[in-house]
């Protein structure tokens, strides 16, 4: 396989495009939307640079680093990200988006994930391994996708400009390089996800009268 081609294969993957539900999900944004912590565009880049920092770059990104590099373990691994979501939302989201890339996976004969409730990061790995992607431009394409659907979903619940959304995806997009090395480095003791308030509102969430996202 050429390397532009394996540049098209990752831009697929890492696309909103991808018909995963994606944009469906906030993570959590919507609930601190709801209850004032976001409301602007500088409290909106506070929240997701937090997240990406305390939650994602500590837990996710580790994960799926993980499984990437350890396929012989994909199943150990899946199942323990999932123990890992602190809601119901928050493990229904990478439920639903991981079945959703696996049987795409399948439907385009890419090949068959034998897990039985594959999370997101899982399918993931799933599709570089089998598109034979440099795991560490998987990587930082994966943190990419995370942060573009994050400044997508402020847009629609902060509310908040394309022009703002834009500005803070060139800004928080500079820090992902950085992020992917630090999370290649994680020795396995030191993952975690503790991250109270976003457990909280994603707890809130669940009985949110009105919302937009799923999570």
Known sequence: MTTSTNLARLLQLASPALPVGAYSYSGGLEAAVEAGIVKDAASAERWIADVLEQSVARMEAPVLWRLMQRPEKLNDWNDFFLASRETAELRA???????????????????????????????????????????????????????????????????????????MLLRLG??????????????????????????????????????????
């Open 93 to 167: 989201e990478s439920v639903q988006m991981g079945y959703s890339l696996a049987r795409l996976l399948n439907d385009l004969k890419v090949g068959t994930i034998e897990l039985e409730e594959p999370s997101f990061p899982a399918a993931f790995a799933f599709a570089v391994s089998a598109w034979k992607i440099d795991p560490t431009a998987a990587l930082q394409a994966y943190l990419w996708a995370w942060l573009e659907n994050q400044a997508m979903a402020a847009v629609k619940s902060v509310p908040l400009g394309q022009t703002e959304a834009q500005a």
């Open 174 to 215: 500079d820090r992902l390089a950085g992020t992917a090395e630090d999370v290649a480095a994680l020795e396995d003791d030191a993952l975690r996800n503790f991250t109270p308030g976003l457990a909280i509102l994603s707890s809130r969430h669940e009985t949110q009268y009105s919302r937009l996202f799923r999570s």
